[in-house]
């Protein structure tokens, strides 16, 4: 046996992992310690059957639908295959790609049953792994283990990554809190001990966190590199050892680039756009008062009737170990005379990360509206708790100097022990106490993201020519997705908005405007009229007298000066309601008849019936009539993104409106047409990421083969 053993090399293996372990025996010890400690940091999320408040849905739907995408043969990850009707939405492409897909695959080969529990594993790791990258960069910087692991701690108990991972169930964020960390690791590893492997996985870390939360994304570039600098400036150090990290980071560009190049140069179209130029962070400063920042406890911005703020505890603040520390390290830093050697020599990592944690929590409490001379893309955040973060890995490295200064670097375990006591004791408040009714089966049976998450990467622009047989647009193109005025996703009634304007129809045309809908008749007080009105001229009044409404208006016979490209149709109700809100009609079909064959559309619902999914590709067998000479798809249309084979040739195809989005449209004479559709993203940009990986891998096999003995030397003549 044992003969047989050696063959296989079984025993050889068997000892090199032995001897790995005794070698790195702490540093496992610190990994089990920090993995318990986040273990029970997870404890709110227990339950493997009923979720922790209604925002996990949403992404736990993220989740089944990327294995549901992988096994289409999608890789990278990009459409959610049920969203949206079926109709190919590109939610991964748009939002996020890493967490989901590395979610999928626990889904798929780890918890087959339960994919609740992929994403808390996923959640778990975020922590886990985020504490020990802290841990090994405070190890670094301080060279004392129990002040490195104290730090990994208390990052992972900041309240504000257990609000994410709890209370607002921002899952992306939560797994960019995690992957943060590993940047700053490489960053400063590539910054005091530059090599080609730190080059490489400073680049790959960077991908990371690009495709897991672009906004954690953006700002850590702002305030990573800010640290690096003043630490450059203050340590005197030539500015060309910044060249290398530029070149991790540009690199990481690259590698992140397929979904990068669509997130900026896409995103002006999108649903999602209008939040961002119109939603100025500083008017929702209301969420995080100074008192609150400082509070040591968790409590809503302002009174409630439950106690509870507008989301379940999401109740951001600083943290009283980070607020310690800040005062700790700027007390001894500056106004004591002496310092260990050693500290000495890090007073300008101190002097930096004072500096960024300073300003990171001054912009989460905004006392000042400074984003009115910001650049509008940095709006972006959205809201001011979110520099929370960068708050976060500033303090946890700082509590490790801290430490250091208060206990004058005598530690023992004994302050190991106390210290883990006292940081998850403080940190308690802002686990909440688990609320929840919605099943995991219940997500199972139809995992759609629900609210707005099936609204923000839509591509949304003014149509240009009017089309008839097909649903025109309810919104004008500034509304912001929200909660109850799209009928089609958030399964409320459709309020009807102010005037809303469309191309005019062609002189030949006799259009007539088709309703169908639902009337809420049990809130009508007495009677009440839809009147419906076209420039301001009232076309109809229609008495709503039972609950299906069904009405044929025609347009043709209104006069229209020539000089307007545009006419605006808006909607009325005469009458009161018993609850005093604006009457709600549920709208079924909502289009124009009558319009030239040229200009009327075979509608989604009839080339849906003909169009079947095969794999990652929509394929249609259609049959056009003379009636019409457009065919509206069943996939979601997107500029420059998708590839369209026409009886196998290449074809372009073009925006036409479905309800307040663009499905694809083609035009195409009476006949019989095979049609295949795949959504690619950019390709251009696709190719420059797979350069980006193919390099990675050259330069780490290059590396091991050819440079390993000269790795600094050679690293210093390509650079």
Same mark, same amino acid.
């Given at each position: ?198 080059? /490489? %996985? +400073?680049?790959? !870390?960077?991908?990371?966190?690009? @495709?897991?939360?672009? *906004?954690?994304?953006? #700002? =850590? ?71 609150? /920042? %400082? +509070?040591?406890? !968790?409590?809503?911005?302002?009174? @409630?009737?439950?106690? *509870?703020?507008?989301? #379940? =505890? ?406």
């Amino acid at each position: 046996i044992l003969t047989i053993l050696k063959s296989l090399k079984i025993i050889a293996f068997f000892n090199i992992i032995k001897s790995y372990c005794y070698r790195n025996r702490s540093f496992l010890l610190v990994c089990l310690l920090l993995g318990i400690v986040a273990f029970s940091l997870m404890a709110p999320m227990a339950s493997s059957r009923v979720i922790l408040t209604n925002d996990h849905t949403s992404h736990l739907a993220y989740v089944i639908q990327a294995k549901m995408a992988l096994e289409e043969g999608q890789f990278p990850i990009r459409v959610a295959p049920l969203e949206d009707f079926g109709f190919r939405y590109p939610s991964f492409q748009f939002y996020s790609q890493l967490p989901y897909t590395l979610g999928a695959i626990i889904y798929k080969f780890i918890t087959p049953s339960n994919p609740y529990n992929a994403y808390k594993m996923m959640l778990w790791l975020a922590l886990w792994v985020g504490g020990i990258f802290i841990y090994r960069l405070a190890l670094g910087l301080t060279r004392y283990r129990i002040a490195a692991i104290l730090a990994g701690v208390s990052y992972m108990a900041a309240p504000y990554f257990l609000i994410n991972v709890h209370a607002r169930g921002a899952f992306t964020e939560a797994i960019a809190q995690g992957i943060l960390p590993i940047v700053l690791f490489y960053i400063f590893k590539l910054y005091r001990k530059p090599n080609i492997n730190h080059l /490489l %996985l +400073s680049a790959v !870390s960077w991908f990371a966190l690009a @495709t897991t939360h672009v *906004i954690t994304f953006i #700002y =850590s570039t702002i305030f990573v590199f800010s640290l690096i600098l003043i630490i450059s400036r203050l340590s005197q150090a030539p500015l060309k050892d910044l060249v290398r990290l530029a070149i991790a980071y540009i690199w990481g560009w690259l590698l992140a680039l397929y979904f990068l190049a669509p997130v900026v140069l896409e995103s002006a179209s999108l649903s999602i756009r209008q939040q961002i130029d119109q939603g100025n962070p500083f008017y929702s400063r209301w969420l995080t008062p100074l008192a609150n /920042l %400082l +509070s040591p406890t !968790s409590l809503p911005p302002e009174p @409630t009737e439950l106690g *509870i703020a507008p989301t #379940y =505890s999401l109740h951001p603040s600083v943290g009283w170990i980070f607020l310690i520390a800040w005062g700790t390290v700027l007390y001894y830093s500056f106004c004591q005379r002496k310092l260990s050697l050693r500290l000495q020599s890090a007073k300008p990592t101190l002097v930096a990360l004072l500096t960024i944690f300073l300003i990171t929590f001054l912009l989460t409490w905004s006392p000042a509206n400074i984003w009115e001379l910001l650049p509008r893309q940095l709006w972006v955040t959205q809201f001011p708790f979110r520099f929370l973060t960068h708050v976060m890995w500033t303090g946890s490295l700082l509590t490790a100097f801290a430490i250091l200064f208060i206990f004058r670097q005598k530690l023992d375990r004994r302050h190991l022990i106390f210290g883990i006591l006292v940081i998850v004791m403080i940190a308690r408040p802002w686990l909440p106490i688990p609320k929840g009714t919605i099943t995991v089966d219940e997500v199972m049976k139809e995992p759609l993201f629900r609210y707005s998450g099936a609204l923000d990467y839509l591509y949304r622009t003014e149509p240009k020519t009017l089309y008839g047989n097909t649903d025109l647009h309810f919104l004008s193109n500034n509304w912001i997705p929200g909660y109850s005025e799209w009928d089609s996703f958030v399964n409320n009634a459709l309020i009807f908005g102010p005037e809303t304007y469309y191309p005019k129809w062609q002189p030949q045309e006799k259009p007539v405007l088709f309703l169908r809908g639902e009337v809420y008749m049990e809130n009508i007080e007495d009677k009440a009229n839809l009147l419906v009105q076209l420039n301001d001229k009232t076309l109809a009044s229609i008495p709503l007298t039972q609950r299906e409404l069904i009405a044929k208006i025609p347009l043709e016979n209104v006069q229209r000066p020539d000089q307007i490209d545009t006419f605006g149709l808006k909607f009325l109700v005469e009458g009161k309601t018993k609850d005093g809100r604006p009457l709600s009609i549920r709208m079924q079909q909502f289009r124009l008849e009558g319009l030239s064959p040229e200009n009327t559309v075979t509608s989604v619902q009839d080339t849906q019936k003909m169009c079947q999914q095969k794999g990652n590709i929509t394929s249609c067998n259609l049959t056009v009539q003379k009636e019409t000479g457009i065919a509206q798809l069943p996939v979601l249309y997107y500029p420059r993104m998708l590839k369209i084979w026409v009886n196998n040739q290449r074809v372009e195809g073009f925006p036409v409106n479905y309800r307040d989005f663009n499905l694809l449209g083609l035009k195409l004479t009476p006949g019989e047409y095979q049609i295949q559709v795949k959504f690619v993203g950019l390709t251009w940009a696709n190719w420059i990421s797979f350069l980006g990986w193919l390099g990675i891998v050259l330069m780490a096999i290059l590396n091991k083969t050819v440079l390993k003995n000269h790795e600094n030397k050679n690293m210093t003549e390509i650079l």
